[in-house]
């Protein structure tokens, strides 16, 4: 009986192969199968780029895994299987597969639907997560912007969730990492208009590829396009703060009446 192979989510970081952790690269150097996800048939790979990047020679057996821009949940979950699939014919070969992710594997990361999607398949498959380098991480330490200092609160969010949660989380969290900020852009720069964050704000694309571009004056996005792969980091100096105890912040006394119950 062959043993079955391992699903690897293989995180690259965001862009600058440099990034690459070096049990990631011990993988990249092993028998892995190299698949990784493409937006439609024969399109390029973001996560696939950045091993190009990194001076690696593409196996002549990497696999492309289709994964198409929609929100319908019948074509994604059709295409979510059919990737499964293709991923579970080599596992069952006794062959590891190591999924290429830009970012970090276990956020926001197409990886998640795939290693579901196997499990639901044949769950006895091992499947493993190489964190990487998060996007926002690498674009807090290439602008010089702390995400967090002593107690303060960080929020993460995709910016389809809408202006009114968005407007909700500035109030509540010191730092606001705003995910594919693309549709919403010109909506979010007048929300931090109106609340006096603008310059508070910061703007970064492709961060770490040889495209990356940086704006910290984001008001001039206005009426601009933006790539998929951008991001705005916001801080607010400003939020309310409770009073601190031992560097945490004291319960109300209603929260302390939760507790002794």
């Given amino acids: ?8 989510g293989l995180s690259l970081g965001p862009g600058d192969p ?20 493409v937006r439609k048939k024969r ?15 593409i196996p002549e057996s990497a696999t492309p895994l289709h994964f198409p821009m929609t929100h319908d949940a019948g074509i994604l979950a059709k295409y979510w299987l059919a990737a499964a699939q293709t ?19 276990s956020t926001y990361s197409t990886f998640g639907h795939l290693a579901r999607t196997v499990a639901a398949l044949d769950a006895s498959v091992r499947i493993e997560t190489i964190p990487g380098v998060a996007a926002y991480h690498a674009a ?31 109030n509540e969290f010191d730092t606001l990492v705003l995910l594919k900020v693309k549709p919403l852009l010109d909506d979010v720069i007048a929300l931090l208009e109106r609340k006096g964050l603008l310059e508070h704000a910061r703007f970064i694309e492709k961060v770490g590829a040889p495209e990356e571009r940086t704006v910290t004056d984001v008001a001039t996005l206005r009426n601009t ?9 916001v801080r607010n100096p400003n939020r309310p703060r409770g009073e601190l105890i031992r560097g945490c912040r004291k319960k109300t006394q209603h929260e302390s009446d939760e507790i002794e119950v």
Avoid: C
Avoid at 1 to 8: D, I, P
Avoid at 18 to 35: F, M, P, Q, V
Avoid at 91 to 102: H, I, K, M, P, W
């Fill in 1 to 8: 009986m062959v043993n079955k192979g391992t699903l690897y």
């Fill in 18 to 37: 440099g990034l690459i952790t070096r049990r990631a690269w011990e993988l990249l150097h092993g028998d892995a199968l190299w698949s990784y996800p």
């Fill in 43 to 57: 399109g390029e790979s973001y996560a696939l780029a950045i091993a190009q990047r990194a001076e690696l020679t």
């Fill in 87 to 105: 991923v579970l014919d080599v596992l069952e070969s006794g062959r590891d597969v190591a999924f290429l992710v830009e970012g970090d594997a």
């Fill in 140 to 170: 807090a330490a290439h602008l010089g912007m702390p995400l967090a200092d002593t107690d303060d609160a960080v929020a993460i969010i995709p910016a389809a969730y809408g202006i009114d949660t968005i407007e909700t989380l500035l």
């Fill in 225 to 233: 396009k933006v790539n998929y792969l951008s991001l705005m980091l």
